[in-house]
């Protein structure tokens, strides 16, 4: 699951990324590869392809000047063969029909890979929600909730947080649902712990991709004690990689934010970074560091690269500037089709998306059995679990790239859709 304050990439790279591919498309793109290799038949390749349903709705909100605006919000529901449908919600500018069509299906392929059993939604609002107040915010989240609610229900689909979305955005959307249909906690996740969310779903998706970074340095070989890791995006899923990753003795030497980002090659205080970003809203300017641009950033020598903010960061345009031996995506697709070929042939290791950052709703559905059972598990439960998922699925993604002798990502778009395939026939979907 993404992160909910990402900041928005460098925009040369995003217009870049924007000019080779739209989200969808490439999303697709990567469907179609998968469904090649697994020969996947014509009936099927046309309903995994597309979209169950797809909601467009006005989100008119009251603004603090008093005037009205309108917004548009969306849910996508891309397949439910294997559960519920599931996905965050995101308010950002760029956050229109392709982009949430493109991150629903990759719902889909995400929890059929890490076997959670959920289908694949998402949703958005089309917002600049850091420009929102907090009461601007409140009254869109109800909005958006009551207009999309009939969609919703804890068998049915049950949205999450993600890009400029939190644990207290979905506090108000189990509110705003609970005031019409009664006290309903599993009717979202990634909420606060008072109000049923699951401890250590704040730390999920960042741990989960420390999880996979490890498994994929012992599997290729490749040391992580001394590595030098560069993190783009220090909103949640980034801070906690870059807390994390030191437990395995990675040395974080860059990180950037919506602002700019700082290096220190020989080291970064994260503990310290911290503080600076929470006392000035940003990691720029902290000190003993230097000043990084984020498309400098991707470009450094180290070892391990973490984009965790935006998609398509890493594009044609820049991927052959890429040195990291191991690229772990974070983010949902910073890696654009083109770029995935071009960083295979050069030999880096990229982690995709659909495994590398599925703790996010890993931990979701463990807050989702949780509610349902009304019964808390510990964190140590929580990890241990989430462990076992993660470990799990980087064993099936890795095995399934040697035997067949394929890229990462492409073993693991080919074992989400063989699954969902399967689920689909069984229930008859296609009789």
Request: charged letters at 25%.
């Amino acid at each position: 699951m993404a992160d909910p304050s990402a900041p928005v990439a460098d925009p040369r790279a995003r217009q870049a990324g924007s000019a080779e591919t739209n989200p969808y498309q490439a999303v697709t793109l990567f469907f179609d590869r998968a469904a090649d290799h697994i020969d996947l038949g014509d009936e099927m390749r046309e309903i995994l392809r597309t979209s169950y349903r797809e909601l467009t709705v006005q989100v008119p909100v009251r603004m603090d000047d008093g005037r009205l605006e309108v917004f548009t919000g969306y849910r996508v529901q891309h397949n439910a063969a294997r559960g519920p449908y599931k996905g965050g919600i995101r308010y950002h500018p760029d956050a229109d029909i392709d982009e949430v069509r493109a991150l629903a299906a990759l719902m889909t392929w995400k929890t059929a890979l890490i076997d959670v059993p959920f289908g694949g939604a998402k949703g958005g609002v089309q917002c600049d929600a850091r420009e929102m107040s907090l009461g601007e915010r409140q009254r869109l989240t109800r909005r958006f909730t009551n207009t999309i609610s009939y969609l919703l229900g804890i068998n049915r689909d049950i949205p999450a947080p993600d890009v400029n979305t939190d644990a207290q955005t979905m506090a108000w959307m189990m509110d705003a649902y609970s005031a019409r249909y009664g006290y309903t906690p599993a009717i979202v996740t990634g909420k606060p712990v008072e109000l049923g969310g699951s401890l250590g779903r704040e730390a999920a998706t960042g741990r989960g991709c420390v999880y996979c970074l490890a498994e994929a340095a012992r599997d290729y070989g490749i040391e992580l004690a001394g590595a030098t890791v560069a993190v783009q995006g220090f909103g949640n899923v980034g801070s906690w990689f870059a807390r994390l990753a030191p437990e395995l003795g990675c040395r974080i030497v860059a990180v950037s934010d919506v602002r700019g980002g700082v290096l220190r090659r020989d080291g970064l205080d994260v503990g310290a970074l911290l503080e600076h970003e929470r006392e000035t809203g940003s990691v720029v300017d902290a000190p003993d560091t230097e000043p990084i641009s984020n498309e400098d950033l991707l470009e450094l020598d180290v070892d391990v690269l973490v984009p965790a903010a935006l998609d398509r960061v890493i594009h044609s345009g820049n991927a052959d500037r890429i040195r990291a031996r191991i690229v772990v995506e974070a983010a949902n697709h910073p890696v654009t089709p083109g770029a995935d070929e071009v960083l295979h042939a050069a030999g880096v290791v990229v982690i995709p998306d659909i495994l590398a950052n599925a703790g996010g709703v890993t931990v979701s559905y463990f807050e989702w059995v949780q509610n349902i059972q009304q019964f808390r598990w510990d964190e140590e439960q929580v990890n241990t679990e989430l462990a076992k998922r993660m470990r799990a699925g980087w064993a099936t993604t890795y095995g399934r790239a040697t035997a067949d002798e394929i890229p990462l990502r492409l073993a693991a778009f080919s074992i989400a859709v063989e699954r969902v395939e399967r689920a689909d026939k069984l229930r008859g979907y296609a009789s």
